[in-house]
């Protein structure tokens, strides 16, 4: 299983990241330490895009893999409450990532909410074996085109 993590440029050299020790997520409370992964890059640069107000600058993208015979949590869309992709996050989701560690598994696979038929894949940064399953294969710079964000493009014409 090949999933990829965008992040920003200054962490680039750390791994396993740490973002959701420090702040909340749609399916994390601040502490848990998971990393949110997609399996296309296209995905990845989506769920960046709808949480920045400006166009992400300096991201390295990395490729991470893993087992094809991994175990796989999964959270269908039935599990979820009505407002489960609106904000603020509903608690709900991050209790369902609580019962998932407790658990003790390396990955949960969670629906997309900016794209129906896609899911992203969160991964337990605490599990014993993440250093011996998940491997970075590679971090390369991944460049964002300014015409994703209207409002930057916007701003430049007028000024």
Known sequence: MILYHLEKWKYKELWPPEG??????????????????SPTISLAKLEIL???INLPIKRV?????????IDVYEISKKKLP????????????AKLTSEFLKKGGLVMQVPSAHS??????LLNVRH???HQLVKVI??????????LKWEKLLHTVLV
């Open 138 to 147: 590679n971090v390369r710079e991944e460049p964002f085109d300014t015409k």
């Open 61 to 69: 993208c990395f490729t991470i893999e893993l087992p094809d015979t």
């Open 20 to 37: 959701s020790l420090h702040a909340d997520g749609r399916w994390n409370i601040t502490g848990q330490w998971i990393i949110y992964t």
């Open 82 to 93: 009505p407002n489960w992709m609106g904000k603020p996050y509903p608690t709900g989701l």
């Open 116 to 121: 129906f038929t896609e899911n992203s894949y």
């Open 50 to 52: 709808a949480n920045e």
């Open 128 to 130: 014993p074996e993440f």
